[in-house]
């Protein structure tokens, strides 16, 4: 009795075992969480452009959809409607999707230098009618160029709407003689 008892326990782990284990990754795993849904490396977001803004998260293959909202849960949409290249949690657990200024309803919020505005994520799993919420911040800093033509000493030079005070000390003074020059770059020492 207590031989067949061991002799069935030591099959149903050994069958465990053989089906915990995959080529790709050799760990093994019992229970695998069915609702996984987390933004990686970062939940935070930084872009200089909003015409495409990559977002990527590590997902369960027991996703089946992914809705977002971009006015905090109270209207959501599709992440398959919203971007038609939206790739979805499959074997290799990625989700991505990119967001941009030219669909709805990014196209018609306001967004200035410096702001952040969040998008809610709510994934279906299909294990169970639960679904799991996940927020993605994006903020917004576009690209500074400032063109500015720069005087040697303490003066004030003014144009564009920008402001540069400030004095160069031990320098060595070179000059560029010729028409049309336009000069472009970082004062370095």
Same mark, same amino acid.
């Given at each position: 009795?207590?031989?067949? &008892? /061991?002799?069935?326990?030591?099959?149903?782990?050994?069958?465990?075992?053989?089906?915990? !284990?995959?080529?790709?990754?050799?760990?093994?795993?019992?229970?695998?969480?069915?609702?996984?849904?987390?933004?990686?490396?970062?939940?935070?977001?930084?872009?200089?452009?909003?015409?495409?803004?990559?977002?990527?998260?590590? !997902?369960?293959?027991?996703?089946?959809?992914?809705?977002? *909202? &971009? %006015?905090?849960? +109270?209207?959501?949409?599709?992440?398959?409607?919203?971007? *038609?290249?939206?790739?979805? !949690? +499959?074997?290799?657990?990625?989700?991505?999707?990119?967001?941009?200024?030219?669909?709805?309803?990014?196209?018609?919020?306001?967004?200035?230098?410096? %702001?952040? &505005?969040? #998008?809610?994520?709510?994934?279906?799993?299909?294990? +169970?009618?639960?679904?799991?919420?996940?927020?993605?911040? #994006?903020?917004? /800093?576009?690209?500074?160029?400032?063109?500015?033509?720069?005087?040697?000493?303490?003066?004030?030079?003014?144009?564009?709407?920008?402001?540069?005070?400030?004095?160069?000390?031990?320098?060595?003074?070179?000059?560029?003689?010729?028409?049309?020059?336009?000069?472009?770059?970082? #004062?370095?020492?």
């Amino acid at each position: 009795m207590q031989k067949e &008892f /061991v002799q069935s326990l030591v099959a149903v782990f050994s069958v465990l075992f053989i089906l915990g !284990c995959s080529d790709a990754d050799p760990k093994v795993s019992f229970l695998r969480p069915i609702d996984n849904f987390e933004f990686k490396p970062s939940k935070d977001y930084v872009t200089s452009t909003l015409s495409s803004i990559s977002l990527n998260a590590e !997902c369960s293959r027991f996703i089946t959809s992914v809705d977002l *909202s &971009f %006015d905090g849960g +109270s209207t959501w949409i599709s992440s398959t409607t919203y971007d *038609s290249d939206t790739v979805m !949690c +499959s074997t290799d657990g990625k989700f991505q999707i990119d967001l941009s200024n030219t669909k709805a309803p990014l196209n018609t919020m306001t967004i200035n230098n410096g %702001d952040t &505005f969040t #998008v809610n994520f709510r994934a279906w799993s299909r294990a +169970s009618s639960q679904y799991v919420e996940r927020e993605a911040t #994006v903020r917004f /800093v576009p690209p500074a160029q400032i063109k500015q033509g720069v005087l040697a000493g303490a003066q004030i030079q003014t144009g564009s709407g920008m402001v540069l005070k400030g004095r160069i000390v031990s320098h060595q003074q070179r000059t560029a003689s010729g028409g049309g020059f336009v000069v472009q770059g970082r #004062v370095s020492q």
